[in-house]
């Protein structure tokens, strides 16, 4: 009997797949795909590629500091140490894509929108001095500025990739509070 039933399983199941699958003629996309990007427009995402590992390795030390919060002080200072040296190597990668930047390349509000993200990765690549000289000294203090910073450019490079039609992926890095 068990043998009756997998064998029908198994008909069924290659039968199914015989089925020729009919497309969906009716449906039409609302918007035409964005056309493909320029060389220069490459060369920008190129540039903003390289400047996010700069900005995850920032994201990086946030949380170090952030996990490191409520313990003792030695704790505190190793966190403040590793966002330190955090800080001068990812101004490295920003400053390194910068340069690539250009946000001529885009047209209308696009360039607005690109203009803005410029303008925070230029803030942060400031702001990393700061962040490496008063790190290891006052930890909480320089994850508040930088964390006001990594949000005004988190929501730059929102507007942008939704204005250039790419996915907006949710920031992964985001702590959850615990209750």
């Given at each position: 009997m068990r043998c009756l039933v997998v064998l029908l399983c198994c008909a069924a199941i290659s039968l199914g797949a015989q089925t020729p699958q009919v497309p969906d003629s009716a449906r039409h996309e609302s918007t035409p795909p964005p056309p493909p990007p320029s060389p220069e427009q490459k060369r920008f995402m190129n540039g903003l590629r390289t400047a996010t590992r700069g900005i995850a390795q920032l994201k990086d030390g946030l949380s170090r500091v952030s996990r490191a919060g409520g313990r003792d002080t030695a704790t505190q200072r190793l966190a403040g140490r590793r966002l330190s040296g955090l800080c001068g190597s990812s101004r490295a990668f920003m400053k390194r894509g910068r340069p690539q930047?250009?946000?001529?390349?885009?047209?209308?509000?696009?360039?607005?929108?690109?203009k803005?993200?410029?303008?925070?990765?230029?803030?942060?690549?400031?702001?990393?001095?700061?962040?490496e000289d008063s790190a290891t000294v006052a930890p909480a203090a320089t994850v508040l500025g930088l964390g006001k910073r990594m949000k005004s450019y988190d929501a730059a490079l929102r507007d942008f990739r939704l204005a250039i039609g790419l996915p907006v992926k949710e920031d992964t890095t985001k702590t959850t509070r615990r209750p």
């Amino acid at each position: 009997m068990r043998c009756l039933v997998v064998l029908l399983c198994c008909a069924a199941i290659s039968l199914g797949a015989q089925t020729p699958q009919v497309p969906d003629s009716a449906r039409h996309e609302s918007t035409p795909p964005p056309p493909p990007p320029s060389p220069e427009q490459k060369r920008f995402m190129n540039g903003l590629r390289t400047a996010t590992r700069g900005i995850a390795q920032l994201k990086d030390g946030l949380s170090r500091v952030s996990r490191a919060g409520g313990r003792d002080t030695a704790t505190q200072r190793l966190a403040g140490r590793r966002l330190s040296g955090l800080c001068g190597s990812s101004r490295a990668f920003m400053k390194r894509g910068r340069p690539q930047m250009s946000p001529t390349v885009y047209e209308d509000s696009v360039q607005l929108k690109a203009k803005r993200l410029v303008t925070q990765v230029d803030s942060l690549i400031k702001y990393t001095t700061t962040c490496e000289d008063s790190a290891t000294v006052a930890p909480a203090a320089t994850v508040l500025g930088l964390g006001k910073r990594m949000k005004s450019y988190d929501a730059a490079l929102r507007d942008f990739r939704l204005a250039i039609g790419l996915p907006v992926k949710e920031d992964t890095t985001k702590t959850t509070r615990r209750p």
